[in-house]
């Protein structure tokens, strides 16, 4: 589970895209199998989105501790014969998370250096 202050409006039309803490989110109910992912209602745009949109585990169909390890061994260098072989899970489920994960990581990568390190909030290095 994330604090709400991790995650921004997703809809690209609002003001406040991409704006994290910005006050403007709040939790509102669930969605998914089992109810268990939340549901991020923003205020600005009045629009709402599954807590997963905009990270890799969007769309993906693996429960979230496997998607985890799958990620974690991929960021660790394994290849993804490895990884499907480590955590169980077909090659083309990697290859698919692969794909998924690479423009978000590019994405992260660019906000964070984007920012100075001693921005609010941001870990001091
Ligand atoms: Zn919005």
């Known amino acids: 589970m ?3 202050e991790h995650f921004c409006c997703q809809n ?14 709040y939790f509102r109910g669930w969605s998914g199998k089992n109810r268990r992912i939340r549901m991020v209602y923003c205020r600005t745009c009045k629009r709402s989105f599954s807590e997963r949109k905009g990270t890799p585990l969007e769309g993906g169909r693996l ?7 799958l990620l974690a061994h991929l960021r660790e260098g394994c290849g993804t014969r ?14 698919r998370y ?16 984007a920012f100075s390190p001693r921005d609010a909030g941001g870990p001091t290095r």
Request: glycine share 6%; charged share 25%; hydrophobic share 35%.
């Open 2 to 4: 994330h604090p709400l």
């Open 12 to 25: 690209k039309d609002c003001p406040d895209h991409g704006h994290r803490a910005k006050g403007n989110l």
């Open 63 to 69: 429960p979230e501790d496997k998607a985890v390890a």
């Open 82 to 95: 490895a990884t499907s072989r480590l955590v169980h899970v077909d090659k083309n489920t990697v290859t």
């Open 98 to 113: 692969v794909r998924l994960a690479g423009p978000h990581a590019q994405a992260l990568h660019h906000e964070k250096v």
